[in-house]
């Protein structure tokens, strides 16, 4: 099975910066690795995918310019870099791991973190 554990959240100043990691416990082969954030009230978003093997990238308009998507194959670890963050990045941020062909999509993902909060002040 395919395990998931997110880190690196927490409270930061608006402008700033935080580097989430998820590290990936299964085989991860020919896999995409999602990342999404869910606020209160408001649908699961998507912000960005990676395949694992190819290294291809998938960005929200939303996100694109601000945060990076990247994997360390040898750390069985994906990371997002979230440069000049805003209040409205405030969520729970979620790691997702599938085999699937359309990697912008959150049910395409069989695999998910626990979740992790992201806070933004102003």
């Known amino acids: 099975q395919v395990q998931l554990v997110e880190s690196g959240g927490g409270l930061v100043q608006a402008g700033g910066s935080l580097r989430l990691s998820c590290a990936v416990s299964?085989?991860?082969?020919?896999?995409?690795m999602g990342w999404f954030r869910q606020a209160p009230g408001k649908e699961r978003e998507f912000l960005a995918a990676?395949?694992?093997?190819?290294?291809?990238?998938y960005y929200a308009d939303s996100v694109k310019g601000r945060f990076t998507i990247s994997n360390d194959n040898a750390k069985n670890t994906v990371f997002l870099q979230m440069n000049n963050v805003k209040p409205e990045d405030t969520a729970v941020y979620y790691c997702?791991?599938?085999?699937?062909?359309?990697?912008?999509?959150?049910?395409?993902?069989?695999?998910w973190g626990q979740g992790i909060q992201v806070t933004v002040s102003s």
């Open positions: 997702a791991a599938g085999s699937t062909s359309d990697p912008m999509m959150y049910y395409a993902y069989a695999y």
């Open positions: 299964g085989r991860t082969f020919n896999y995409a």
């Open positions: 990676i395949r694992w093997s190819s290294g291809v990238q």
